[in-house]
C-alpha cells in the first residue's frame, strides 16, 4: 500500500511567493517521522525538514516550515519568499519508528518563474 | 568535511553482465542506506546497515542484488547478471547512529546511473 503521497505532480510559482507543497502518509505505527527533501537537476538528494509524530510544534528551518495535521495525516511543505535556487523536485518520506527505511512519495516538480 | 561519495557516476553495462557500485559514507556514520530511484520517480529503500551488519534487506528486488559492507564503512552493492529493469540511479545515504537525535538527517551521495543495454 501506497504510505506517502503527492497529488502535485508538477508546479508554477511566481519569484517570491510562498508555496505550499501537498504531502499526505499513511501509517498504523503511532511513532514515526517526516521528511522532506529537494532534489535539483543535479541529482543530489538534500535534507530539508524533519517532524516527529509527537513533536508539539510544526518543524521550521530557515525558509522551510512544515504545516503537521496529525488528524488529516498531513505533513505540507511551505517554503516562504520563493527564489529561483528552489526549483527542483521535491520529495516528501516518511519512517515508522519501528523500522529504518525511508519511504519515498513521487515527488512534485516545483518552478518558479522570474 | 567531505560528504557521501560514490562510485562511479555512471555505469553502462551489456545485458547480463555483473556490476559493483562502491559507496564512501560520511566518517564515522554508522547507519548505511541504499535506495534504487528510476527515472521520474521517489528513491526505494534497497538495505539498510548499522556498521558491519545488514539489518534489512527486505527491499532487494531479487537474489541478484547483494550488498555488503564488510568493515563498517565502505559498502558495496553487487547486481549480477543486470536486466534492462536494473537502469535507474542508485543512491547511497549515511547518518549518525540511530540513539542520536541526528539520526533523522541521512546525507545521500550523488548516485550512480546505471544504464543497462
Known amino acids: 500500500a501506497q504510505k506517502i503521497t503527492q497529488t502535485q505532480p508538477g508546479m508554477f510559482v511566481q519569484e517570491k511567493e510562498a508555496v505550499t507543497l501537498d504531502c499526505t502518509y499513511d501509517t498504523s505505527d503511532p511513532s514515526y517521522g517526516l521528511f522532506w527533501y529537494k532534489q535539483p537537476s543535479s541529482g543530489e538528494m538534500i535534507f530539508l525538514i524533519y517532524?516527529?509524530?509527537?513533536?508539539?510544534q510544526n518543524a521550521t528551518e530557515g525558509r522551510y516550515s512544515l504545516n503537521f495535521q496529525k488528524a488529516r495525516k498531513s505533513a505540507n511543505l511551505v517554503i516562504s519568499a520563493s527564489q529561483l535556487g528552489d526549483s527542483a523536485m521535491y520529495f516528501c518520506?516518511?519512517?515508522?519508528?519501528?523500522?529504518?527505511?525511508?519511504?519515498f512519495g513521487k515527488g512534485t516538480r516545483l518552478h518558479i518563474l522570474p | 568535511g567531505a560528504g557521501v561519495s560514490q562510485s562511479p557516476r555512471y555505469k553502462v553495462a551489456k545485458r547480463g553482465q555483473d556490476v559493483a557500485l562502491r559507496c564512501d559514507p560520511i566518517s564515522g556514520h554508522v547507519s548505511l542506506f541504499w535506495y534504487q530511484q528510476a527515472l521520474g520517480q521517489g528513491p526505494e529503500f534497497l538495505t539498510y546497515?548499522?556498521?558491519?551488519?545488514?539489518?534489512?534487506k527486505s527491499g532487494l528486488p531479487s537474489d541478484r542484488f547483494f550488498a555488503e559492507r564488510p568493515e563498517g564503512s565502505v559498502s558495496t552493492l553487487k547486481i549480477q547478471r543486470t536486466q534492462q529493469e536494473d537502469s535507474a540511479v542508485y543512491l547511497c545515504?549515511?547518518?549518525?547512529?540511530?540513539?542520536?537525535?541526528?539520526?533523522?538527517?541521512?546525507?545521500f551521495g550523488p548516485g550512480t546511473r546505471l544504464t543497462v543495454l
Open positions: 517532524q516527529g509524530s509527537y513533536d508539539q
Open positions: 518520506a516518511m519512517r515508522e519508528d519501528r523500522d529504518d527505511k525511508i519511504i
Open positions: 546497515f548499522q556498521n558491519e551488519a545488514q539489518l534489512d
Open positions: 545515504a549515511s547518518s549518525l547512529d540511530s540513539t542520536t537525535p541526528m539520526y533523522n538527517e541521512q546525507f
